[in-house]
């Protein structure tokens, strides 16, 4: 993994430096907007316009590339959100806001494909694995790091919003300036919802759902904390032990994943994250079980994204995986537009608190309709009839590029199993 780094370095500290950039303004935004009198209501459209913006991206922005080159749509989307970033504190209003994060969640997104454009194509066979991790990796921290900064700084003031604007433009420098020549770029032609839904009913269903789920982990986390009385230390370690535990839990549930009946485990890793969301729900008030519920539904959700992409690829032909990861990433955009309205209704109709059980029923529900799936579909077939596709980390921040990426290593993983059973 350290040859890894040292051949793409620029574009890992690019990347580490845009993602603490994006974590700072998720964060910010929700401890700014509850300190200016903003509602629930106003702060989950807010969040939602992040989301709206990123799933437009993933689809126009490879037609931008297309047209004009890595280069300057990179140079023009970080341009944007540099500009974005120092207009928040100027125009404190919710309609402000709400465009300025359509705007960010675009570019971030925009930009996102074209950086993971130049690790695919600075990836080779051998490495490829390592790199996805790696790059993994490199978001975690990055929105950790931002989580400390956000609690060494004053959220009422305007430092904390140019810091990530710094940062996000200076996070341009090394990979701009980087000997490694521009990428060709092409894009997997989509596949047909209806033909993935039918492939696989319980891959869409559980990132419909966990759309929601990351809408809420990412955009009103920040709402929350403000809501139940917690410090902005207390809100940045709380947030970060959401990542954190991601980061830890990825690989284990990777391992076994690789190891026993996929669908199961994804009822098993749902069910646990809806228990632990509804720690914090039902003994309110305790800084530590916000914590550990906190670290519980990260750790179990974040994993669930990946292995529900590689449970998708056990009912789909190698040709077909790319095209299927891009439709897995809209539906889970779908879902994330409409998580931080529906968990921002419930808040406001039931209390804070309403927050944990928003997403404790959204992980319940991938749980039991993936023991309902177990009744309609066995899978005795994929043991004797095709060879398990590898498990592979994808961050939920990923884009398509990055989902085709690892389906790319999912698929010469697999041929190299098929050349091994045949020999």
């Known amino acids: 993994m350290f040859q890894v780094f040292t051949g793409s370095w620029a574009l890992f500290v690019g990347m580490f430096m845009l993602m603490v950039g994006n974590g700072l303004q998720g964060t910010l935004l929700g401890l700014r907007g509850e300190a200016e009198g903003f509602s629930t209501f106003e702060l989950s459209i807010v969040m939602s316009a992040y989301f709206l913006g990123f799933l437009f991206s993933s689809r126009y922005t490879p037609e931008l590339i297309r047209r004009v080159g890595h280069v300057r749509v990179f140079a023009a989307l970080g341009s944007m959100i540099s ?23 675009f570019c971030f997104c925009g930009v996102y494909i074209t950086a993971e454009s130049w690790l695919n194509d600075a990836s080779s066979n051998e490495n490829r694995g390592k ?36 940062l996000v433009s200076l996070a341009f420098a090394p990979v ?3 000997v490694r020549p521009m990428p060709a770029f092409a894009s997997t032609k989509p596949m047909k919802l209806r033909d993935l839904i039918k492939a696989s009913p319980l891959a869409c269903f559980g990132m419909f759902m966990l759309g929601g789920v990351f809408s809420a982990q990412f955009g009103m986390s920040a709402v929350y904390g403000s809501r139940v009385g917690l410090t902005v230390s207390e809100i940045s370690l709380f947030i970060s032990a959401i990542y954190i535990a991601a980061l830890i839990l990825q690989y284990p549930i990777g391992w076994l994943s690789d190891r026993m009946d996929r669908r199961a485990l994804i009822v098993w890793i749902s069910l646990i994250g809806a228990a ?24 179990m959700s974040n994993p669930l994204y990946a292995l529900l992409i590689a449970y998708a690829n056990d009912y789909l032909e190698k040709e077909d995986m790319a ?12 879902g994330a537009i409409a998580g931080p309205l529906t968990v921002g209704f419930i808040m406001d109709s039931i209390g804070d ?3 944990w059980l928003f997403t404790a029923v959204l992980m319940a529900s991938v749980g039991f309709y993936g023991i309902y799936r177990a009744t309609q579909r066995s899978r ?8 398990t596709v590898p498990y592979a980390p994808v961050s939920a921040a990923s884009t398509p590029v990055a989902a085709e990426l690892a389906q790319e290593m999912y698929i010469e993983e697999v041929e190299l199993e098929e050349e091994a059973t045949q020999t």
């Open 380 to 387: 005795e077939h994929l043991e004797t009839e095709s060879v």
């Open 323 to 334: 095209a299927a990861s891009g439709g897995l990433l809209f539906i889970n955009g779908v």
């Open 176 to 178: 701009l300036l980087s």
């Open 131 to 166: 790199a996805l991790s790696l790059y993994m990796i490199t978001q975690m921290a990055g929105i950790v790091f931002a989580q400390w900064i956000v609690s060494q700084g004053d959220i009422s003031g305007y430092v904390l919003f140019i810091i990530p604007s710094i």
């Open 83 to 105: 500009a974005v970033l120092v207009a928040y504190p100027v125009l404190i209003e919710p309609w402000a806001w709400t465009i300025g994060r359509v705007i960010i969640g």
């Open 353 to 355: 608190n309403g927050f």
């Open 276 to 299: 632990g969301s509804m720690i914090a729900f039902l003994v309110p008030g305790y800084y530590v079980l916000i914590v550990i519920s906190g670290a519980i539904v990260g750790g």
